[in-house]
């Protein structure tokens, strides 16, 4: 009854039905005053050709009806805003949206949210449209300086470190669609920017761009503190080292060749470079010999000849080359040196020794 009253639209029976009445108004008015549309406008414009009357928050409803009516949103200082119905200043802007198609922004809604994290309203209609390109340019413009420094640092990485075309890996692909989409974005506004953001072919998949956006600043400082010439050490590894060296270098090759959220690269730089240091370090540390032992000669005993008298219950003993042969004669006799005694087992007799030098 209220909007009947007001004019501005009708209750049916089961809907209600926005009417022409203020639309038609406020468009002869505009014709005849020409200029922008702003709601201070709007609210004269109620008053004539005589006054209506209304308190503002009643102003408010007949003013929002018009702009969900003929598509306008609400601008101020010529940043998109998302109005509320208690309070609608008057320097406020109304302008007409060229609305995209429905299919068109349900996949720039669907991007938005998988690359920036944004959640817009999926109501298309003129204010959620401004409010949409809004926050998407705001997140572009927020992301750009890294996507592109990260591009930068991804480009410095030695060829060596590579395999294949450094240009053509999924990482360096989505990096580079990433500032490519960004720039896209920061280029446009209004349905012309969902036009072009929801149709543009894109090689990775949204939450692979997300990712690599939302980490491009971790990666790029992670690729500044790397020390390649650490792991170019790994290059010159043999023999024992050989297979280790080879295992931490296809590693970084991977980890820089692969997608974002299947291989996050600054861990898998910094668990390299720790890797390479304590190769590195086994590769230059000499192992030490074993320390052999050699026992003393000891010289062969031999019964001394007939030039030296044993003295009763004595041998007398010394070390020429020939006792060899005597002793191998003789096994049966057991030589204690520590007590310095001789012992003949078959007879059970034992002697005193005594060790002389051969003249």
Not at 322 to 329: F, G, H, I, N, R
Request: charged share 15%; net charge neutral.
């Amino acid at each position: 009854q209220i909007a009947e009253a007001l004019k501005i639209g009708l209750m049916g029976g089961t809907h209600f039905q926005l009417g022409q009445h203020w639309k038609t108004h406020f468009e002869k008015e505009h014709a005849k005053a020409g200029g922008a549309i702003s709601v201070g406008k709007l609210r004269e414009w109620q008053n004539a050709p005589k006054p209506m009357g209304l308190p503002a928050e009643v102003q408010n409803v007949v003013i929002l009806a018009f702009a969900a009516q003929t598509n306008r949103a609400f601008y101020q200082h010529g940043a998109a805003i998302t109005p509320g119905l208690e309070k609608l200043e008057n320097d406020l802007e109304l302008r007409e949206e060229k609305l995209p198609t429905e299919g068109v922004w349900k996949t720039a809604l669907e991007r938005a949210s998988h690359i920036f994290g944004l959640t817009p309203s999926p109501l298309l209609n003129a204010a959620n449209l401004a409010k949409f390109c809004g926050d998407t340019r705001a997140a572009a413009a927020v992301a750009a300086p890294k996507a592109g420094a990260l591009v930068k640092q991804l480009r410095s990485v030695p060829p060596a470190f590579i395999s294949g075309d450094p240009t053509k890996t999924p990482r360096m692909e989505t990096a580079v669609e990433a500032v490519s989409t960004l720039n896209l974005i920061t280029q446009h506004d209004g349905a012309v920017l969902v036009e072009q953001f929801g149709t543009v072919p894109l090689s990775a998949t949204p939450t692979a761009i997300g990712t690599s956006l939302s980490s491009a600043e971790t990666i790029t400082a992670g690729l500044q503190g790397m020390s390649w010439d650490i792991l170019d050490g790994l290059h010159s590894a043999t023999g024992e080292h050989a297979a280790t060296a080879q295992s931490i270098l296809t590693g970084v090759s991977e980890a820089l060749a692969s997608y974002e959220q299947a291989n996050p690269l600054k861990t898998r730089l910094h668990d390299a470079q720790k890797a390479a240091v304590a190769l590195l370090k086994a590769m230059a540390t000499k192992p030490t010999p074993p320390v052999v032992i050699t026992p003393p000669d000891v010289p062969p005993i031999v019964v001394v000849p007939p030039s030296v008298t044993p003295a009763q219950d004595e041998v007398v003993l010394v070390m020429p080359a020939e006792c060899s042969a005597l002793l191998a004669k003789h096994k049966d006799v057991s030589l204690d040196l520590a007590a310095g005694t001789l012992t003949i087992p078959a007879t059970g007799r034992t002697f005193k020794l005594r060790i002389v030098t051969q003249s």
